[in-house]
């Protein structure tokens, strides 16, 4: 028996992609907290995409991601205040998005993540998504909202 059959979800790692579907998403977390008195924590992953350093051409591609980072915080902040989370934790991290999902979740101690599934159709269908990467690793229940 786990711990959030006994007590409950205590601590819900909400993860977003900052897509016009996060609202969506953000409902669904704010709906099962409001019923276990949960505390929410807001992640959003900034996948890094690696620059092949040609001379001097790293200093923008490091420029560059400091931007998507900083960009990312305050899209956070916006949707967070939009969506009556101003005093939820917000993490920006850096990484692969579906490794720093799993790594956040079992840091905080997290007994649910929340994040957003799209319908695949055709070959789609046969890749690896991030919602089936952290149902299979997450140390918690997952909940993958379908969105459009």
Known sequence: MTAAT?????????????SDNSPL???RAKAIAKCYDSAITLLHVVEYVPV???GEALLPAVQIESELVDRA?????????QQSLPQSQQLVETGSIK????RTAQRMGADLIVLGSRERHGLAILLNFTEDTV????PCDVLAVRVP
């Not at 490794?99 to 799993?102: A, G, P, T, Y």
């Open 6 to 18: 006994t007590t409950g979800y205590r601590k819900i790692l909400l993860a977003v992609d900052l």
């Open 52 to 54: 092949e350093p040609m």
């Open 135 to 138: 149902l299979h690793a997450a």
């Open 73 to 81: 915080r305050t899209k956070l902040g916006e949707l967070a205040q």
């Open 99 to 102: 490794s720093e999902i799993v």
């Open 25 to 27: 998403v953000v409902e």
